[in-house]
């Protein structure tokens, strides 16, 4: 569950507005998703917003689909203290492979692979990810947004978001070579099925218990 996209509301801040935190309509939202064995998810939310939650949150937090900002300065990723906030709750930041967070135009596994390193380094291999974050297109799928949805206020221009230019996802051959690129970072097999999966089977064991 995420408590903000992009932009504040009554529960906490979004990543693309000015600095709040988690509300105290928001303290109990989150009291209420930890009791419910609900994963809490921050990718969106303001750094302000996030590490109240995370400081607050009795279960573990994650970044479903961030990067590190250190490494691409995109308002949708995520600071060092970010990262090790999150750690610090037994959360996993998972890394997208979506072309402005990468900081590539057509982002390779080496690429996605250079940011896990990251995370790993700042956190520990036990708090990192993947989040693929890909869109795929279907001739029969109707998702207009509902009445006046304004995109320009949910992605705005002054965060980098244009209609004229629009990101790219990773080819899905680049989570097939990933493993490889890994490897080649030092990563031993134990260590990837982490990466690949296992953190996230740790943090839904601990939300979702028994």
């Known amino acids: 569950m995420h408590f903000a996209y992009n932009r504040n509301n009554s529960v906490a801040g979004g990543c693309h507005d000015n600095p709040q935190g988690l509300t105290p309509l928001g303290q109990r939202v989150l009291a209420a998703v930890n009791e419910a064995g609900i994963i809490v998810d921050c990718a969106h939310t303001g750094r ?39 750690a610090e709750t037994g959360g996993v930041v998972c890394v997208s492979g979506l072309s402005w967070f990468v900081g590539k135009e057509i982002p390779g596994a080496t690429d996605v ?32 947004p509902p009445g006046d949805f304004d995109p320009a206020w949910w992605w705005p221009a002054s965060a980098g978001y244009s209609a004229e230019r629009q990101p790219s996802f990773t080819p899905v051959t680049v989570w097939r070579e990933l493993p490889g690129e890994l490897r080649k970072l030092g990563m031993a097999p134990a260590e990837i099925e982490q990466v690949l999966g296992r953190n996230m089977l740790r943090v839904a064991g601990a939300t979702w218990g028994s």
């Open 48 to 86: 302000t917003a996030s590490l109240d939650i995370m400081a607050a949150s009795t279960k573990p937090v994650v970044f479903s689909h961030a990067n590190p900002f250190t490494l691409v300065q995109h308002g949708r990723n995520v600071t060092d203290e970010q990262i090790q906030a999150c």
């Open 113 to 144: 692979a250079r940011h896990i390193a990251y995370v790993a380094d700042i956190a520990g291999i036990a708090h990192v990810g993947v989040g693929l974050d890909i869109c795929v297109s279907q001739p029969d799928l109707d998702d207009t």
